[in-house]
């Protein structure tokens, strides 16, 4: 008798740890998605929206819908699959406490507003960062085509 509770005790000591770390990974990937949802997927769904409606816009009622809605179901396909494995890296990456303050951070209204601005496309924050960077890409093409004689970056020059 001595035996067996001294194995079922032995036997609950050493679970225990094991069902903490499960249910801390469990709370981290929790976190995690939290975190998945606010940023990335939030991110990526508004800017597929804008994109989706431009590119049906010329199209027919019946056909834009059409392409709406298995668009969408692709859409929705993605989002889970990107949720999943962002999710489980983030949990991989950082702490439960880490992961909490980041979201606590995408919660902070001041943050948000900061987003808010950088994220509209008609922002005057958005035209001076869409100009640079248009302006430097256009340096590199330029530089690149120099040096290639004259062909695009990554075209080969045709034979002599």
């Known amino acids: 008798m001595m035996r067996l509770l001294a194995t079922l005790c032995l036997t609950t000591a050493l679970t225990l740890p094991l069902a903490a770390r499960a249910d801390e990974a469990a709370d981290k990937l929790a976190e995690a998605k939290i975190l998945v949802q606010k940023t990335v997927i939030k991110n990526l769904e508004n800017g597929f929206n804008v994109a989706l409606e431009k590119t049906v816009a010329p199209m027919k009622d019946e056909k ?13 396909n993605q989002r889970g699959i990107m949720t999943e494995g962002l999710a489980k890296e983030y949990a991989d990456k950082f702490s439960l406490a880490e992961l909490k303050r980041i979201n606590e951070i995408y919660d902070d209204k001041t943050y948000q507003k900061f987003q808010t601005i950088n994220a509209d496309p008609s922002s005057t924050v958005t035209t001076i960062s869409q100009n640079a960077v248009t302006k430097l890409i256009n340096m590199l093409t330029v530089a690149a085509a120099g040096e290639n004689g004259g062909a695009p970056a990554g075209m080969p020059m045709p034979a002599k």
Do not use: G, H, P
Request: charged share 55%.
């Open 64 to 76: 834009a819908d059409a392409i709406r809605k298995e668009i969408r179901a692709e859409f929705e």
